[in-house]
């Protein structure tokens, strides 16, 4: 199946500073790419998404970019706060019921 | 009622003996999927059903079993399980939704621990 790499692992970053997490897939065929907040003791919640239509999508503090070229997507939390600490997963779905998920990033935010 | 639900949220298992998670939801979805979720490892597709079609991974294909009644539920059966089943298992559903975008609700999950 598809391989999706996610980096960094780990993240920790001042409140107010912004936050990057990068991922990068193989297969040319993945068309959505969604990214999940998982908080302690939750399941994943889709927070922000992104189809191949796209290069940049924005929802208030996220911004997503997608480089189809290079098969690279990116989440980019802009004046992080405290609320923002959790495991963000990225995703890239081939075809219509396939997803396929990065490692995981566990983001810190420090007041 | 957007939810997936899991039963049960807990299990202990014993190394050898069956395994069966149930999983739930009333949004008639069309598609029901079930991850494993090891700590730090990225969730790992099992299987999904689209419909009333399973669909596995070549890698998983001999040690999960699962069943689909009907549109609301979903089973994940192990039959026999090792050590190495212990981990958290996911349950999601999804329909194709505008544009092609097919968001994933995710259930609680199960932490499974086989002894």
């Known amino acids: 199946g598809e391989q999706v790499e996610q980096l960094p692992s780990i993240l920790r970053v001042q409140e107010g500073s912004s936050a990057s997490i990068n991922c990068s897939y193989e297969?040319?065929?993945?068309?959505?790419f969604p990214w999940y907040k998982q908080e302690p003791g939750e399941n994943p919640k889709l927070i922000i998404d992104i189809r191949s239509n796209m290069e940049r999508k924005q929802i208030q503090e996220l911004i997503v970019l997608l480089d189809k070229k290079a098969k690279r997507f990116s989440l980019h939390i802009t004046d992080t706060q405290p609320g923002d600490s959790a495991m963000y997963f990225c995703a890239a779905h081939t075809g219509y019921q396939n997803f396929y998920f990065g490692k995981g990033t566990s983001l810190t935010v420090i007041p | 009622d957007t939810t997936v639900k899991q039963n049960p949220r807990y299990k202990l298992a014993r190394v050898g003996k069956p395994v069966n998670l149930i999983c739930s939801q009333t949004?008639?979805?069309?598609?029901m999927y079930w991850y494993q979720k090891k700590p730090n490892q990225a969730p790992k597709l099992l299987l999904f059903y689209y419909d009333k079609i399973l669909n596995r991974e070549a890698d998983t294909f001999e040690k999960f079993q699962s069943s689909r009644p009907n549109n609301s539920f979903c089973s994940l059966y192990i039959g026999s399980a090792g050590l190495e089943y212990s981990a958290m298992y996911l349950c999601?559903?999804?329909?194709?939704?505008?544009?092609?975008?097919?968001?994933?609700?995710f259930g609680p999950g199960t932490r499974l621990t086989v002894l």
């Open positions: 297969d040319s065929a993945s068309n959505y």
């Open positions: 999601a559903s999804s329909r194709p939704g505008l544009g092609g975008r097919a968001e994933q609700f």
């Open positions: 949004m008639n979805h069309d598609t």
